[in-house]
């Protein structure tokens, strides 16, 4: 069930009631690819910074354990012992991210693995049924995500598809959570759109979608070689077409900039891997733009990765020895700047619902993009 409790403009204040529990939105949703966070970050870290809602991959799941096993081990949510809500991507990702081991048909996509270099096919129906034995709390549609820049009629030919795709989606997951045998009988599926940056495609694909009813919507294709503008751009154009009693996911993105000028155009739902791998390379997210831990002027800074933090990293360590750790190549720093960075991305979504109960959003938009580009006095 989506409530939407307030709005400001186009921002949307909203409340997501799912099987696995309530998700306040705007919100960030922690990627753990395979069920974990890179960084060493367990459940019990994810839950003591605030996160409500973690997102894993299909694809990856299913080239690595395999989704019949975690079937057979309860389903993700006790394989990794996370009692909330789980959004797992579809694998249609992967048809833009590894271009050069697939061929797309309309049946769907066959793959070659990454991993050993085994053939594997995943259309629609395939995705829903490994998400389905995965169980998570909501599924998305098999799509192709075209390259951003790509040709017109490429675009044209790869949307159509992606619609009948999502056609098949929604029957064989309506199909799946009739069985017997399936763990989460109320799994929702979210449609995607697609466009790369031609706006009479997007809003076409969008109200074609909208007429499905679905349980979701997600934007995607963005972040994907456009330039912010171009992605903005598109937001501005296609979020009135997707339906506002629904939520709106915007795939991929982003920055701390990204996500507040997103919420500003009516998004809801986010995720990015840039807190857990900037955080892995030495970078720290702050009110005050990101620090790289790496350079030579944090060697003595005793200072906390930002002053008032109250994460586990701030709470405890100074700037000076989580360098120290980066450089004598400990994990323990990689660690707690990934903590750090997840913490900051779930705190600075409560800042923002905060600001959207208030009604004073812009005000606060306005004030965190101006700290963020002056940097630390």
Not at 134 to 159: G, H, N
Request: glycine content about 8%; proline content about 3%.
């Amino acid at each position: 069930m989506y409530e939407l409790l307030k709005t400001e403009g186009r921002a949307k204040r909203a409340r997501v009631t799912t099987v696995h529990g309530v998700v306040e939105t705007p919100v960030f949703m922690n990627v753990g690819t395979v069920a974990a966070i890179k960084g060493a970050v367990s459940t019990d870290d994810l839950r003591e910074i605030g996160t409500q809602i973690e997102l894993s991959n299909t694809y990856h799941l299913h080239v690595r354990t395999g989704d019949e096993a975690i079937k057979k081990l309860g389903g993700l949510h006790k394989f990794m012992n996370w009692d909330k809500p789980i959004l797992t991507d579809s694998g249609g990702f992967q048809v833009f991210s590894l271009t050069g081991l697939r061929k797309i048909e309309e049946e769907g996509v066959t793959f070659q693995s990454h991993i050993d270099g085994h053939k594997i096919f995943m259309g629609p129906e395939e995705s829903m049924q490994i998400q389905s034995n995965l169980a998570s709390t909501i599924a998305m549609a098999f799509d192709e995500c075209p390259p951003a820049l790509a040709e017109r009629k490429y675009v044209e030919d790869s949307v159509a598809r992606t619609t009948r795709w999502l056609e098949r989606c929604r029957v064989k997951m309506k199909e799946l959570n009739l069985r017997e045998d399936t763990i989460n009988k109320n799994q929702w599926l979210f449609g995607i759109n697609q466009g790369a940056i031609y706006d009479d495609i997007r809003i076409e694909h969008a109200k074609r979608i909208a007429e499905m009813d679905l349980d979701g919507y997600a934007v995607g294709g963005l972040a994907v070689g456009e330039t912010h503008e171009q992605m903005y751009h598109v937001l501005d154009e296609v979020v009135p077409y997707l339906p506002q009693n629904k939520p709106t996911y915007l795939m991929g993105v982003g920055t701390p900039a990204n996500i507040l000028e997103a919420v500003d155009r009516g998004i809801d739902f986010f995720d990015c891997v840039y807190p857990s791998r900037n955080g892995r390379h030495g970078h720290a997210y702050t009110k005050f733009g990101k620090l790289n831990l790496n350079n030579e002027q944090y060697k003595f800074d005793e200072r906390p990765l930002e002053v008032g933090c109250n994460c586990p990293a701030c709470r405890s360590y100074s700037r000076a020895y989580i360098r120290h750790l980066l450089k004598a190549k400990e994990m323990l720093g990689m660690r707690l700047l990934v903590l750090h960075n997840l913490y900051f991305y779930n705190h600075l979504m409560e800042s923002i619902r905060d600001a959207l109960d208030r009604g004073e959003y812009k005000k606060f938009k306005n004030e965190m993009l101006d700290s963020m580009s002056r940097g630390e006095a």
